[in-house]
């Protein structure tokens, strides 16, 4: 059953050093080729199909990114040279990339958008890779393989790996740090290794460089042992690392001066919005109790999370009743790669403010402890030494067990992922019918027409699926938080981009209305709204159901969407399929999102 299992005398062996002892015919489970299209192959699926599921996607990234390359886009408070708290080297190479899309044929901002994506997607398999390599390399090629079947096959990397996201960027840059930290052949590599998870933190989201300190910590407890050279060399390697890191920060400073025209340290910015704010903070957009993570995850994850809480008791079960001999330093090591997971998961739970997005740093530790556990467990149950429980159970049996756990967890998976899809993926596919795909003109209105969202105005998915000059708006809903202003199209200074330092107004930090957000419906061309059959009778005054006013509108395209309120949480968790047996309680509900276009006298 277990390739890799322990000698008969011994019934656990410590994962970082059972590769060295077995013959294989090279250093990997596959081939680092076949490993980077496995990687790829779920991002690109990713890519096409993940929904976008956090409204600051789209607010705070992509609008951001449409504006620097078509001139116009939805602005938020972030972006505001009153606060700074964005990036926009960023956000700038995200747009690059998307430019980069309309020198090649048959070009769209639709497709620029997906361009972006896959360029993404690419980023995340190469990271993955090199991580998968070292795994294999340091640990064992069992845990290796481990750690791409949790990465390809979980629903929670699945909308990781290709979202236009701060989080997900530090994830990328998170793993070649560990990779750098991880891999001692050649030499101690820390500079490397500070300078990737600076780069996470400077370009990405600040509070992931903080997953270094468990390998800092490791070289700091190690040179204390070793003499007076080795302590020298450990304080050349972590100066040239942050020397890099300044590096990164300095280009990072000039290309802000450029947009907000004023020196702004983005990074520094949001780490004191989100600890030191005297206005409320991320706490303003809501709190979650403790165990949001703890559920998110095990949806996200499901067995690969469980396996990567147990890895660090089962570690040390191993040690206690092994009698391998494994020294110190081999013992520390382990502990060390298993140290951020638990870490990340710990500082964040403390935190009231809770999102999913939160979490996407850590999902290369998660499914690299996954590994470790289920590497320890198949060695502990592999054991064929008769003396022993797990001894006396047929190897056909074990392997059986195992097996179906597996396959079980790649079902629900598979359920998680194509629920979300066929549940949410609407907003993403109703704007079609708004383009001439030979043309890229609009098949219906003008170009400068308005497309306006009342309620479902967090579900727009960007600027990029709208013909070029259509403008989204807003009309008043019933909520009363604020909603995002738009870029000056002002051509001020050198003409390049003048709504990224122009005053602002309307925009706050607190999270407070601003009535001058909002348009009148009158002026709408088209709009997007969500119909709930089950709700019709309940719609407050300022959330009409527009799709059932023919008189004033005609529906350009439905798709069907989830009915979450109405829907039994265990249909809104996995997908559950429409057929006579499936008792009418456990039934998905569904709504109609539309695009409607008003009618002409």
Known sequence: MAPNSPPRQRQFEHPASSHAKKKRKGPYP???????????????????FAPIQDCDETFNYWEPAHYLSHGYGLQTWEYSPD??????????????????????????????????????????????????????LTLNGRIGMFFLIANVTSPGNFHASASF???????????????????????????????????????????ASALCAPFLLEELVLVSFSDKDAFIEAIIRCFQGVIAGLIVLFFDI???????KKIAVVSWNIVKYNIFSSTGGPDLYGTEPWTFYFKNLTLNFNVWFILALLALPLFLMQKLISSSGQGFQSGLRTVVFIAPFYMWLAIFTAQPHKEERFMYPVYSFLTLNAGIALHIILAAI??????????????????????????????????????????YSAPLRIYSRLWNPIQDQPLVGMEEDLICF??????????????????????????????????????????????????????????????????????????????????????PPSEPDYISDEDTWEVVDCKWFLDAANTHILARTLWVPQLEIIPEKFRRKWGRHCLLQRKRV
């Not at 989080?167 to 300078?195: D, P, V």
């Not at 001894?391 to 597996?406: D, E, H, Q, T, Y």
């Not at 051509?491 to 957000?517: A, C, H, Q, V, Y």
């Open 165 to 207: 996201l701060p989080s997900s960027f530090a994830m990328y840059m998170c793993m070649l740090g560990a990779a750098s930290f991880m891999n001692w052949r050649g030499g101690i590599k820390t500079a490397h290794g500070i300078f990737w998870f600076a780069v996470a933190g400077i370009l990405g989201w600040p509070f």
């Open 254 to 260: 000039l290309v802000n001066l450029f947009f907000y």
């Open 83 to 136: 606060y700074a708290i964005r990036s926009w080297l960023y956000v700038g190479l995200h747009s690059l990339v998307g430019s980069i899309r309309r020198l090649l044929p048959q070009s769209s901002k639709v497709s620029e958008f997906y361009f972006i994506r896959y360029g993404l997607a690419f980023l995340c398999a190469l990271c993955q890779t090199v991580l998968f390599k070292v795994i294999s």
């Open 454 to 539: 009342g309620k479902e105005w967090y579900r727009f998915p960007s600027s990029y699926f709208l013909p070029r000059n259509m403008h989204a708006k807003f009309v008043r809903s019933e909520f009363r938080g604020l909603v995002p202003g738009e870029f000056s199209e002002a051509k001020i200074g050198f003409g390049f981009w003048s709504g990224t330092w122009l005053p602002t107004s309307g925009l706050n930090d607190r999270n407070e209305e601003d009535p001058g957000k909002y348009v009148d419906v009158k002026a709408c061309s088209f709009l997007v709204d969500t119909q709930y059959p089950q709700r019709t009778d309940t719609l």
């Open 30 to 48: 596959i081939e680092l080729t076949t490993a980077f299209y496995i990687f790829f192959a779920a991002g690109v699926a990713a890519a096409v």
């Open 382 to 423: 592999g054991s064929t030494n008769p003396s022993t429980l797990a001894g006396k159970i047929p190897a056909r049996l074990k392997f059986l067990a195992v097996s179906a756990v597996m396959l079980l967890a790649l079902d629900v998976s598979l359920a998680r992922l194509y629920g979300t899809y066929s549940a």
